[in-house]
């Protein structure tokens, strides 16, 4: 059986970073899953509070267990953004890999002091389940902006990341570092990117020495990208850009088929409308090593 942080320390020493994908459907699932099969490289499936609540917490572990089992896939599963201790217990029980525990909008003392007590509780009730903490301010909600108040203010440094790991026990951090949930208009129009502050990152993992996350992946220039997993990230977050792919998937196969009412075949057209999307950000994440196994 895979375990993430085995994968994790792997992709750590080869300098590459884990792909996670937010999923909140079945077309989602399908994509993030046949993409990583495709490469054979490990992918992380994750779904925040919201989208939890929609597809079912039990429910979903089930489902991605026996993806695991019947495939001999590393494919994992993480509690995204989850902003309570009783919502992280139900997903430590459901069996998630991983939790995001989010009380970056708490004053650093407070996230500090109630993001220990959460690795303490989940931790207990399962010891291999990898806590991640947040500091600092990468705005909330994958979805698309209007303008970009949030990209300049509360940046991570390397000191508070230290004492953060340090206090908490936490096995991941996710530092604010120039990135943010969502995309600007201008980004869905290929416009625009966002750019990274890479040696903050360089900084931040030499203090801290953990996995770091980088939450709000979409919309990133590919090459800040590469220096960022250069610099020490290990996990890349993508939510938004298969939101967008998604819609534009749906929209474009209900145009096309016009009177079809049969969902399984409108849906794949839009299963390889975001194949497209996780496909091209395995391949930049995983580069060094296909490179090497090509
Ligand atoms: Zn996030």
């Known amino acids: 059986m895979y375990v993430l942080r085995e994968l994790l320390q792997e992709a750590h020493e080869s300098g590459v970073a884990i792909g996670h994908f937010n999923i909140s459907d079945l077309v989602l699932?399908?994509?993030?899953?046949s993409s990583a099969q495709a490469l054979n490289v490990p992918v992380l499936v994750g779904l925040s509070e919201?989208?939890?609540?929609?597809?079912g917490t039990r429910q979903i572990a089930a489902f991605v267990q026996?993806?695991?089992?019947?495939?001999g896939f590393p494919?994992?599963?993480n509690a995204d953004h989850?902003?309570?201790?009783?919502?992280?217990?139900?997903?430590?029980?459901?069996?998630f890999d991983s939790i995001v525990f989010d009380l970056s909008a708490l004053p650093f003392e407070e996230n500090v002091c109630q993001t220990k007590q959460a690795v303490e509780a989940l931790k207990a009730i399962n010891p291999s389940m990898l806590v991640e903490g947040e500091i600092g301010d990468i705005g909330t909600g994958s979805v698309i902006h209007e303008s970009s108040s949030v990209l300049s203010k509360g940046l991570s440094t390397p000191e508070e990341a230290r004492q953060f790991v340090e206090s908490t026990g936490v096995d991941i951090l996710a530092p604010?570092?120039?990135?943010?949930h969502g995309m600007l208009k201008s980004m869905v129009q290929g416009e625009t990117k966002k750019h990274l502050d890479?040696?903050?990152?360089?900084?931040?993992k030499r203090a801290a020495q953990v996995f770091l996350t980088l939450h709000g992946g979409s919309g990133t220039d590919d090459?800040?990208?590469r220096k960022a997993i250069r610099a020490g990230i290990n996990i890349v977050h993508i939510n938004t850009e298969l939101r967008v792919a998604w819609r534009r998937g749906l929209e474009q196969s209900l145009t096309k088929q016009s009177h079809e009412v049969v969902l399984y075949k409108i849906l794949p057209s839009v299963v390889d409308s975001v194949k497209e999307v996780v496909g091209s950000r395995l391949k930049l994440f995983n580069s060094r090593q296909l490179v090497h196994g090509a």
Not at 50 to 55: K, L, M, S
Not at 86 to 95: D, L, M, S, W
């Open 176 to 180: 604010a570092v120039g990135n943010m």
């Open 66 to 71: 026996s993806l695991r089992e019947e495939f």
């Open 198 to 204: 890479i040696e903050r990152i360089a900084a931040i």
């Open 223 to 225: 090459e800040d990208l």
């Open 50 to 55: 919201g989208e939890r609540e929609f597809v």
């Open 29 to 33: 699932l399908k994509a993030a899953f």
């Open 82 to 95: 989850t902003h309570s201790l009783a919502k992280g217990v139900e997903a430590a029980q459901a069996g």
């Open 75 to 77: 494919i994992f599963l």
